[in-house]
């Protein structure tokens, strides 16, 4: 199964690179995925989350430039080590 942009339809991940649909965006449900495709980075930046504060970066569908989670550049607590360099996208924009 193919995840795909809800506003163009670019593909952005794969079922095989779930981790966890345990978690939260800003706009409701969120998937936690080992890989995505076809996005663009904006700079890090810190932000308190849930579990703490973590360096993130939004991602963005390269195609139509729609915000679709963010992943993470960093994890300041040692418990959420393993989400570094994983990509939050919101069940929303699948």
Request: overall charge positive; glycine content about 6%.
């Amino acid at each position: 199964m193919v995840y795909t942009c809800g506003q163009c339809r670019t593909h952005l991940t794969s079922h095989d690179d779930i981790i966890s649909k345990s978690f939260h965006g800003r706009r409701g449900r969120a998937y936690l995925f080992d890989q995505a495709v076809n996005i663009t980075l904006d700079p890090p930046e810190d932000r308190f989350l849930i579990t703490g504060l973590h360096s993130v970066q939004d991602i963005h569908c390269k195609r139509c430039e729609t915000l679709v989670g963010w992943t993470y550049a960093r994890a300041y607590e040692p418990s959420q080590k393993y989400k570094e360099g994983k990509f939050i996208i919101e069940k929303i924009n699948l």
